[in-house]
C-alpha cells in the first residue's frame, strides 16, 4: 500500500519542505494544502490561528487518508502542533527554526533568524535559542513582505527587489556569517538572498531535517510507495494561472479549489 502524506502551509512555502521529502519518498502520494485565504499566518491572532488549521487539517486528512502530515509552516508549527495531536491519531511533524545547526555551524558566533514576525516573537522561539545557541549573539528579523515576494515569484510575477533589499539591509550591515530562514517561503527566494547577502553569509533551513524525520516515520508504519501522485488544493475560490503552471511543472496531476472539493464529497 502506497503512503499518503499530507503538507500543509499557509501558501507555497511548504513546496521547499515538500521537495525534500519528495526526494526520500519519490513514489508517497502527495497532498499539499495551502491556507492562502489566511496568508500570512505570522499576523494571525493565535487563537484564530489554532482553531482554523486544526479545523482544516483535520478535513483535510480525512480526505485524502493520509497516514502523516507534515505541518510545513514554522509560524503554525510553533503553536498548533499539541492541538493537531491531540485531534488526530496519525503522526505530525511540524518545522522549526535551524537554531541548534546555525549555533554549531557559525564561526564568529553570531546567527540571525528570519521569519514571520509571529515566529520571532514567540516564546517557543526564544526557548530554542536559550537551549541551543546560548553562547550565540542572535539577531532577530521578522518580516511579512518576503512572504508576499517569494508568492509572487512562484505565480512566476514581478519581484519587488527593492522591498527585498530594504527587508535584507539591516542583516547585511549586522555582520552576521549565518542565516536562519525560519519561514518555509524564504527558501525559495534563496538565490536572490544570497545574491544580495553575498557568499559570507551561510543560509540554513530545516527542510532536510524534516524529511529525514518523515522518512523514518514512514517506514515504521511499514508504508511502501508505488504510485507517486500529487494533488495540491488551496482555500481561495482561485489562484493566479501562473500559479497553477508553477504547481504544474512540480507535477501536481490536478489543482483545485479546497472547498470545491469537500462540497463534493460531502464533507
Known amino acids: 500500500m502506497s503512503a499518503n502524506i499530507l503538507v500543509f502551509d499557509s501558501g507555497v512555502g511548504g513546496l521547499s519542505i515538500l521537495a525534500e521529502v519528495r ?16 496568508l500570512p499566518y505570522g499576523e494571525l491572532d493565535e487563537q484564530e490561528l489554532i482553531q482554523g488549521c486544526v479545523e482544516l487539517i483535520a478535513r483535510a486528512v480525512t480526505l485524502s487518508e493520509a497516514d502523516i502530515v507534515v505541518v510545513a509552516c514554522n509560524s503554525a508549527s510553533t503553536l498548533i502542533l499539541p492541538a493537531l495531536r491531540e485531534t488526530l491519531t496519525i503522526p505530525v511533524v511540524g518545522v522549526v527554526p535551524a537554531i541548534k545547526p546555525a549555533a554549531r555551524l557559525s564561526k564568529n558566533k553570531h546567527l540571525g533568524l528570519l521569519a514571520t514576525p509571529g515566529t520571532v516573537n514567540r516564546r517557543y522561539t526564544q526557548e530554542l535559542i536559550d537551549k541551543f545557541a546560548r553562547d550565540c549573539r542572535v539577531d532577530r528579523f521578522g518580516s511579512s513582505e518576503l512572504v508576499y515576494i517569494a508568492e509572487a515569484k512562484m505565480a512566476q510575477q514581478p519581484l519587488d527587489l527593492q522591498t527585498l533589499h530594504e527587508v535584507l539591509k539591516p542583516i547585511k550591515e549586522s555582520g552576521l556569517d549565518t542565516l536562519v530562514l525560519g519561514c518555509t517561503h524564504f527558501p525559495i527566494l534563496a538565490s536572490e538572498l544570497q545574491d544580495y547577502l553575498g557568499e559570507g553569509v551561510t543560509l ?41 503552471t508553477t504547481l504544474a511543472t512540480w507535477g501536481f ?6 472547498a470545491e472539493c469537500a462540497i463534493e464529497t460531502g464533507s
Do not use: H, W
Request: hydrophobic share 40%.
Open 23 to 38: 526526494k526520500q519518498l519519490p513514489q508517497a502520494n502527495y497532498c499539499y494544502l495551502f491556507d492562502n485565504a489566511r
Open 204 to 244: 540554513l533551513d530545516s527542510s532536510r531535517a524534516i524529511a529525514a524525520r518523515v522518512m523514518t516515520l514512514i517506514q515504521m508504519e511499514g508504508k511502501q510507495g508505488l504510485r507517486g501522485q500529487s494533488q495540491a488544493f488551496y482555500t481561495t475560490t482561485t489562484i493566479a494561472e501562473g500559479l497553477k
Open 253 to 258: 496531476s490536478s489543482v483545485v479549489s479546497f
